[in-house]
């Protein structure tokens, strides 16, 4: 129990931060409410879709449904830019595409994309610094498709 036992005990990761998984949320809520309305398929795939992913599995259902509700209110409120200006510091690269990804399929939840979410999720890439190239493996990895 000497030197090993205290290596363990650093080894663990931290806690995801809130501000992390506020960031991941932002754009597939942002994409769900790109048509001005989020479809009842959408917001059903919103929260088990989040858990497959970290922070959201450590963060468990309800801190990540009271986050959800947090940041549609915030949409709501303060709008979509505010938003995104307020994620892309928290994000990485790696981070921007698992949140692309997860807007993808939030979009495709309800059987279709809408213009508006292939818009939305277009100038979400742009801001995020995503390239049409990567884009497009994006969207392939996510649905399936390929962005015009």
Do not use: Y
């Amino acid at each position: 129990m000497g030197l090993f036992s205290s290596l363990r005990k650093t080894a663990v990761p931290a806690p995801a931060t809130d501000d992390l998984a506020r960031a991941m949320l932002t754009v597939p809520v942002l994409v769900a409410f790109a048509d001005r309305h989020i479809d009842e398929r959408e917001a059903s795939m919103l929260i088990p879709e989040a858990l497959k992913m970290q922070p959201f599995s450590a963060m468990g259902f309800q801190r990540t449904l009271d986050l959800c509700k947090a940041v549609a209110l915030d949409l709501q409120r303060r709008g979509g830019k505010v938003l995104m200006n307020e994620a892309l510091p928290h994000l990485n690269m790696g981070a921007r595409e698992a949140a692309f990804i997860f807007a993808c399929r939030i979009a495709a939840a309800d059987g279709r994309m809408a213009d508006e979410e292939i818009q939305t999720l277009i100038n979400l890439a742009w801001d995020m610094g995503i390239s049409s190239d990567r884009l497009n493996q994006l969207l392939d990895a996510a649905i399936g498709k390929r962005a015009a």
